[in-house]
């Protein structure tokens, strides 16, 4: 147990529609990081947080959207879903927030979405 | 953008061979040279990892293997299980180095 919560484990949508995905850091952690994860694409990194701040942005849509509230858990919106949005979207939270070339990760279990 | 080119994308192994990954960097201000492993239906997590100051580290049957000048590190799991099978990574991609791209996937045939 890496100490990372994931909510909900299953979503099942449709298109158009918008969902809220939710991350509990580890305890101790400012940092927390969203990624998606899909066959052809890899582990693609899609924003950082540290301490309530976006400190970093990857690969994200204008369609999603993520904050991190001042209890320091993380929620990661996406809206106007399309079928490609279908994948694994993993959360990961730090300590110092300075990424995982320069630090451990530790990654919840994920959110299987699912676009039909 | 960064690149990391880990490679091969996939590779098969016989029980109680060597498996071996290996991951090329771009920035050399990386700090830190880890791998993660991911079973199916499992978030990564990490299974080894390396500071530049050292040129290797064991930990039981894995080794990590740095070698600065040629910029890349090395994954080896000896004495490869089956419950080794799963997809490995190595981060590095992208504008901050926090891209992990489609890794490895390692499959020890019995």
């Known amino acids: 147990d890496s100490g990372v919560t994931q909510t909900p484990k299953h979503l099942i949508t449709a298109t158009g529609q918008r969902v809220t995905l939710r991350c509990s850091p580890r305890?101790?952690?400012?940092?927390v990081y969203w990624y998606q994860q899909s066959l052809d694409q890899g582990l693609q990194f899609l924003i950082q947080?540290?301490?309530?701040?976006?400190?970093a942005k990857g690969n994200i849509l204008e369609r999603f959207s993520a904050q991190q509230f001042p209890d320091l858990h993380s929620e990661l919106n996406l809206s106007s879903l399309e079928l490609g949005d279908s994948a694994l979207y993993f959360c990961?939270?730090?300590?110092?927030?300075?990424?995982?070339?320069?630090?451990?990760?530790?990654f919840g279990s994920g959110t299987q979405l699912s676009v039909l | 953008q960064q690149q990391v080119k880990q490679s091969p994308q996939s590779l098969i192994v016989q029980k109680g061979g060597i498996s071996i990954i290996n991951c090329a960097y771009e920035?050399?201000?990386?700090?830190?040279f880890p791998w993660y492993q991911q079973f199916p239906g499992k978030g990564p997590a990490l299974l080894i990892a390396i500071r530049p100051d050292v040129s290797e580290k064991k930990e039981g049957r894995f080794t990590i293997s740095f070698n600065k000048s040629a910029k890349q590190f090395s994954l080896h799991i000896m004495d490869s299980q089956p419950g080794d099978s799963a997809t490995y990574f190595c981060?590095?991609?992208?504008?901050?180095?926090?891209?992990f791209g489609k890794g490895t996937h390692l499959i020890i045939q019995p």
């Open positions: 947080y540290y301490n309530g701040e976006e400190r």
């Open positions: 920035n050399t201000a990386f700090d830190y």
């Open positions: 305890s101790g952690d400012l940092s």
């Open positions: 990961a939270s730090s300590v110092e927030g300075y990424g995982a070339t320069n630090e451990k990760l530790f």
């Open positions: 981060p590095g991609g992208g504008a901050d180095g926090l891209t």
